[in-house]
């Protein structure tokens, strides 16, 4: 059964392999592709129910594949593809968004799409995979799920206070994170479930599949 409220959002970027993706797919009741995402759909058999973005980047045989599709044109070249759409999901009151196709390529680009999650982290749950890793942009507590053993890393956008970690080979009880700090590199998972817990910040949390 599909979850309410979960959007897929597809970049032009690097994306999992074709069964993550469609894998993914079904546990969203709302596929949306950023631009040249809708080839990334096409690719892996995906429908969009909405393409948006300026549209520079699709392919002529994705526009007339989904020529039925709602396509959303949003002109303004102060923002990227990935922030029109999320502003849209947010007009939309989505709850929970998985994004797909944001890394991979030049460096600049995939470090530029972490940090504009930076507003949306207290609007909707976030979530960004890769191939074999997740990151999970984060503003306030969150229990995850994941198995025994798993690689944990924490890196703070910008100073986090009252950091707090359970489930994991090394504690921390209400902490204070800065940028650049080190000290929450390569943590290891101890069991199936872990919580981070933030008083004020913002930080990523990157999970190893």
Known sequence: MK????????GNGQTPSVPEL?????????????????DNALRAGLVPDVIIGDLDSVSPRARKKFSSCQWILVNDQDNTDLQKAL???VA????????????GGRMDFTLGNLLALYPY????E???VGNRWRIYPLAKKKTFDTRPGARVSLLPFVPCRGVTLDGLKFPLQNARLTL??????????????????LQKGFLLVYLEN
């Open 126 to 128: 976030l979530c960004v």
């Open 22 to 38: 469609k894998a993914l797919a079904l546990k969203a009741d709302f596929v949306v592709a950023a631009d040249g995402g809708a």
């Open 3 to 10: 979850r309410l409220n979960h959007t897929l959002l597809i």
């Open 87 to 89: 502003d849209y999901l």
């Open 92 to 103: 939309q009151k989505r709850k929970k968004c998985t994004l797909v196709g944001f890394d």
């Open 121 to 124: 982290a207290r609007k909707m």
């Open 180 to 197: 650049g700090t080190t000290q929450t590199l390569s943590n290891v998972t101890l069991k199936k479930r872990f919580t981070v817990n």
